[in-house]
């Protein structure tokens, strides 16, 4: 992806986001969000590259959100 406004977001679900590479987001390169108390997020984050986001490469919120990040490159 490149030039978007957030490169992903995932909202309360156990989504996989594997081997991506992520170009010039205008604001956060993958963005987790876990508030829903019914439904855990558990999103697995692996091998993605995040390259001039314009705020965090990733940002995790919420206090239902557990997610497993593992060998992501944010430069």
């Known amino acids: 992806m490149s030039l978007n406004e957030a490169g992903i977001s995932i909202l309360n ?5 594997i081997d991506n ?7 956060n390169g993958i963005n987790i969000e876990g508030f829903d108390k019914s439904t ?10 995040l390259r001039a986001c314009g705020a965090n490469g990733i940002l995790v919120s919420g206090e239902q959100c557990d997610p497993d990040i593992r060998g992501n490159i944010i430069i």
């Not at 679900?13 to 986001?17: A, F, G, L, Q």
């Not at 590479?21 to 604001?27: P, V």
């Not at 855990?40 to 590259?49: F, G, L, Q, S, Y």
Request: proline residues 5%; positive net charge; aromatic residues 4%.
């Open 13 to 17: 679900n156990k989504s996989k986001v």
């Open 21 to 27: 590479m992520i170009d010039k987001a205008h604001q």
């Open 40 to 49: 855990k997020c558990t999103p697995n984050i692996w091998r993605n590259k």
